[in-house]
């Protein structure tokens, strides 16, 4: 199953010393800074997806993440120049794929561009795929529910979405287009998902995206794929959108999904409460040390007057050479865990990790690694602390999908 990682400038500084914690780059972050593909031995994914609501967004859109300046070099230069997808040395092929950017523009009755739009930008990026013009239906009903009774919205929306898709095969074939067309879907039950696919199908299309999937609980969307199953032709493949249920991907690819994007593996690494460092066999949470200039809620307590800023401080940087002096064998893990919860009691109060936290000490995952991330970081890697760190934890977390994907059975030869 190919894996393709939607980009939102996620980069870490090469610069960046994890000691002293300061940086020493200039210039452009975009141009001197890594990207994933760039920092680990081989690409973790085998494509990069980028939005048009990320580079160009509609008004009132929160999505961009680039600058004026960054979007006229990403359409002078191209995708592949822009992102370095053809770094010399890569053990393998990054493939480029552009999206509209549907729920960005979820809340609004119309998509707020046309096909031309969305093709111009494909044309403009130079990418390999791109994906047609859709309107994201959010609810989901069983089979049960008479198509009568289903909101007219999203049979509205559902029609929209199969048009726009059928103008978008006939712009690209019409002007010969060089990048592969891929379908979107749309649907609000498992039936209406194979109406969708069957009707692609029939406009030309043997690579389908399925949208608006993304709320979905797992056994609805292999529901859904299972209903497609009865009209997919063998050589259809089907693409999820944004899917993060990655322990599920077995089953995805038995279902006839060719290829999947998400950010789940990187959000992962900062955002969930406990699953912040993976491996093949589990997850573990990250050592959270934050710091006292950079955390909200402790600021809030600070400028409130509850918490001493220079107290603060000093359980701060006595956790920060804790785990170092841990990691070197100078502090034992009871002395350590007792700094933590001190400083834990200060910056959250009622928070107690202790135990999940002495697991990732005691065991160590990031010895076995054999990234690079955890190669040249150590220790340093399942701190949560900055966006260095944070990040590159990130980046290790797709390492660990791609040895996952790599490792799912091969299929019989002649299936998808």
Not at 196 to 223: C, F, H, R, S
Request: proline residues 5%.
């Amino acid at each position: 199953m190919k894996f393709f990682f939607p980009d939102a400038h996620d980069l870490v500084d090469p610069s960046f010393d994890f000691v002293s914690e300061r940086r020493t780059f200039s210039g452009s972050r975009q141009q001197a800074q890594l990207y994933a593909h760039e920092i680990l031995s081989e690409p973790p994914y085998d494509g990069m997806l980028l939005s048009k609501a990320m580079i160009d967004p509609h008004l009132g859109s929160k999505s961009v993440r680039y600058s004026f300046a960054q979007v006229q070099r990403l359409k002078r230069v191209g995708v592949r120049e822009f992102l370095r997808l053809d770094r010399p040395g890569l053990k393998r092929q990054i493939a480029s794929m552009g999206d509209c950017g549907s729920f960005s523009y979820v809340n609004e009755a119309e998509p707020p561009y046309g096909v031309e739009a969305v093709a111009q930008f494909y044309m403009d990026c130079q990418f390999d795929y791109g994906i047609s013009l859709d309107h994201v239906i959010l609810g989901f009903r069983d089979a049960s529910v008479k198509k009568s009774d289903v909101p007219p919205d999203w049979r509205r929306r559902f029609q929209i979405t199969l048009s726009k898709a059928e103008d978008f095969i006939k712009l690209q074939r019409q002007e010969h287009l060089p990048f592969k067309p891929i379908g979107a879907a749309q649907g609000w039950s498992s039936e209406s998902y194979r109406d969708a696919v069957k009707n692609l199908q029939m406009m030309g299309y043997d690579y389908i995206a399925l949208g608006g999937m993304v709320p979905l609980k797992t056994p609805e969307i292999l529901a859904s794929l299972e209903a497609i199953r009865e009209v997919r032709k063998p050589s259809t493949k089907l693409h999820l959108l944004g899917i993060s249920r990655l322990e599920n991907l077995d089953a995805f690819e038995d279902a006839g999904v060719y290829s999947f994007d998400s950010t789940s593996p990187l959000k992962r690494a900062f955002m969930d409460d406990r699953d912040n460092y993976h491996s093949l066999e589990r997850t573990y949470t990250a050592v959270r040390i934050p710091q006292v200039d950079g955390n909200a809620q402790l600021k809030k307590l600070i400028l409130a007057g509850v918490v001493d800023f220079g107290a603060a401080r000093k359980l701060e940087l006595a956790c920060f050479e804790g785990v170092l002096e841990f990691d070197k064998g100078k502090l034992g893990i009871e002395s350590l865990l007792e700094r933590l919860r001190e400083y834990e009691l200060v910056w959250h109060g009622k928070k107690d990790d202790a135990v999940r936290y002495r697991e990732t000490l005691e065991d160590k995952p990031w010895k076995r690694c054999r990234c690079a991330i955890c190669q040249k970081l150590g220790i340093h890697v399942v701190l949560f602390r900055g966006a260095e760190r944070n990040r590159r934890r990130g980046f290790h977390n797709l390492y660990v999908l791609r040895q996952r994907l790599d490792r799912l059975p091969a299929k019989e030869k002649g299936k998808t």
